[in-house]
């Protein structure tokens, strides 16, 4: 399925990326200073059921999408019948997750990382959202059950994402409609 198949947005938001900009966390950095981070507005749907807007951490590093246990309840999942578990590395330390298919919707730009009404049906939003079905890791003992780490398997895997320190922002468009650049360096034969 294409990351936008089934996702209502109209034809001209389609054919461009849509750009985030950074957004500042809760936290402040190591002298005081104000945090900001790639943070996008994703949910998560399981059949009829959705959580409301989520913030979505753009990590290149993550292997895998890795959300909150908790969630799975939300999402009417039970994880004793998982697809299969691995351990991840976050931070400094290590998470076991158990792998779930599901839905992850990711929200246009100007929807904002929360909903104006939490409780609010996410299959009757009026903005517009890029949808995608993937295998994602539950974690429990997660540290926010609002977070998830969108990683390389459950969201590069689906688009085009270029993330600028210098520009504050994130760019993401469907693979299709971004323009290939120019061949890397050629590093030698491959096994």
């Known amino acids: 399925m294409s990351p936008s198949s089934t996702a209502p947005v109209s034809t001209e938001r389609e054919q461009r990326p849509w750009l985030y900009p950074y957004r500042q ?3 402040l950095g190591w002298h005081g200073e104000l945090v900001l981070r790639p943070l996008l507005p994703v949910s998560l749907v399981n059949g009829d059921r959705g959580t409301p807007r989520l913030a979505g951490l753009v990590a290149s590093g993550a292997d895998l999408t890795l959300v909150s246990g908790l969630l799975a309840e939300q999402l009417g999942i039970g994880l004793e019948d998982y697809e299969g578990e691995g351990a991840h590395r976050f931070g400094i330390g290590v998470v076991r997750a158990r792998y779930k298919t599901i839905d992850l919707r990711l929200h246009a730009p100007d929807a904002g990382l929360h909903a104006p009404d939490a409780e609010q049906d996410p299959g009757t939003e009026q903005d517009g959202y890029r949808e995608w079905r993937s295998r994602i890791g539950f974690v429990q003992d997660w540290p926010s059950n609002g977070f998830v780490v969108l990683g390389n398997v459950g969201f590069f895997d689906q688009f085009e994402v270029a993330i600028s320190a210098f520009a504050n922002s994130v760019a993401v ?5 971004c323009v290939s650049a120019a061949p890397g360096p050629d590093f030698g034969p491959e096994d």
Do not use: V
């Open 25 to 27: 966390d809760a936290q």
């Open 173 to 177: 468009a469907d693979p299709g409609d």
